[in-house]
């Protein structure tokens, strides 16, 4: 049976919009708030048969198109030797540039357990329900690196950017690589599409994004036998830019109007866009800001609808049943 999501990637017109939602698997679920509290977050994401479980979730209660994998963009960094912790988001102690391109090559075989989660996913998923694996792009990996953690700013990966061009350059490529060996791994396992978050790429100036972020993410994803998606939310300047990372479909958030994202972007596929916040009002809401976003989609191909970036935790799940509801409707 075909997958619409892989369908609406390759542009082929669909009697409705693909519908998935990105961090679906996660602590706006009270199944999964449970399953929680007998496991830790690296417990969880490192074990496949609760990272499975986390996976499956959604998709039993929402019937969503894609099942994305519970895992974090982190995750690669510790099968390259990173220590880290998370509180919820990963602490670390910062890195120089120079060390972070002294790191070893990644070992597949310490993040094995994201494979063998996806190939456990696969044989429970409905067949019509399209694997989703992912990786964060190495500008937003550098980011952490550099800062060793999360910040609204992350001064560190700017200045680097801009002080030591040549090394930058060579870090990120080096990044690159590696997210392409793991997310190879994760097609090979099973997964039907991939997608790249960056998600702090939208930091940085045009001639800095097309300079270092886009060769980057464009390299991560380069060859990979499935359709890749490339996210980089807050980034609405470089719309034009990011066509050139060779991604089969770019997801919007909610601040620019998804048909204008859309001209900017060219003959691609299209994923978003709308607010989170919408899912914390009520169904009449829900339905009519759906209605309103599929109206102005019109039905063109290739459109695949999910939220202008991750779901709330506050998030109720009788929404998210309205949400998709209003979708199917």
Known sequence: ???????????????????????QAGRYLPEYRELR????????????????????????????????????????LEGMGVEMTF???????????????????????????VAETIRR?????????????????PVTLLAYLLEGGGSKDFFAMRVALRADTTAAAAALEKLAREMRVYLGMQV?????????????AGLVDLATFESLAVPAARASLAGLDAPTIYFAPGSGHTLELQAKVGANGYGVDWRTPIMEAWAR?????????????????????????????LNQVAGRPGHIMNLGHGIDRHTPPENVTAFVEAIRA
């Open 87 to 113: 509180d919820p988001g990963p602490t670390l102690r910062p890195y120089t540039l120079r060390e972070v391109l002294e790191l070893p090559d990644l070992d597949t075989d310490r993040v094995g357990f």
């Open 265 to 293: 972007l060219g003959e691609v596929a299209v994923q978003g866009n709308l607010d989170p916040a919408v899912l914390l009002t009520d169904p009449a809401t829900i339905a009519s800001e759906v209605k309103a976003l």
């Open 188 to 200: 090979e396992a099973g997964a039907h599409v991939v997608q790249l978050f960056d998600t702090w």
């Open 121 to 137: 996913v696969g044989t429970e998923v409905p067949s019509e329900t399209a694997v989703i694996g992912f990786a964060g792009a």
């Open 37 to 76: 509290e007998r496991h830790s977050f690296k417990e969880a994401v490192s074990t496949p048969e609760v990272a499975a479980e986390i996976t499956l979730q959604p998709i039993r209660r929402f019937g969503l198109d894609g099942a994305v994998i519970f895992a974090d963009i982190m995750t690669p």
């Open 1 to 23: 049976m075909s997958q619409s999501l892989v369908d609406a990637l390759r542009l082929s017109p669909l009697p409705r919009p693909p519908v998935w939602i990105m961090r």
